[in-house]
């Protein structure tokens, strides 16, 4: 993030939460998964290429909920960073819902990728489903993702914890946000 609160910490941390389980990732399992989570008021080319730079380095893909503003209860839109043997491929998705007990893909939003996570944790291309297409799964996955952030919001509070990731405005990925006055 760039600036916080620790209210709206709480609550991109519940969402980014949210998000991961819904993937099917667990949280605190015994092997870390591949994919990390970040957030971040606006985003422009500063902090994108310094994103795709720790991604590069680091093997791991990473998610990042850009919100509109600082006030903004949900993320406006979903970017996904993921390693690739020429460099980094950074894409906007949207999370779809493909069957209530599914976990959640992302869907690249020209609708020609589609990204799951697999059963090492790695977030990976997939054959595109029809229903990953469909407003309503992108409906339905939204709905998802907000009752899961709503339950975990009293879980997500007092602070930064080791494993979440922020970008600042420097574009520097951080386990801790830089909290304003």
């Not at 960073?81 to 980094?88: Q, R, W």
């Amino acid at each position: 993030m760039n600036t916080s609160t620790t209210g709206g910490h709480d609550a991109r941390r519940a969402n980014a939460y949210a998000l991961h389980l819904e993937l099917g990732l667990p949280i605190g399992g015994a092997v870390p998964a591949a994919v990390k989570f970040a957030s971040v008021t606006g985003i422009d080319m500063g902090i994108l290429d310094v994103a795709a730079l720790k991604v590069a380095e680091s093997g791991w893909a990473c998610v990042i909920a850009i919100y509109a503003d600082e006030e903004a209860a949900a993320p406006h839109w979903y970017m996904a960073l993921m390693p690739h043997s020429k460099g980094v491929i950074a894409t906007k998705v949207i999370p779809a819902a493909l069957g209530d007990d599914q976990p959640l893909v992302l869907m690249a939003d020209d609708r020609r990728q589609q990204f799951a996570v697999s059963e090492c944790g790695r977030l990976i291309a997939v054959p595109v489903e029809a229903a990953a297409r469909r407003t309503r799964s992108h409906r339905n996955a939204a709905k998802r993702i907000g009752a899961t952030a709503e339950a975990l919001v009293p879980f997500c509070t007092g602070g930064p914890t080791p494993g979440d990731l922020f970008v600042d405005s420097a574009g520097n990925i951080r386990t801790a946000a830089a909290f304003s006055a």
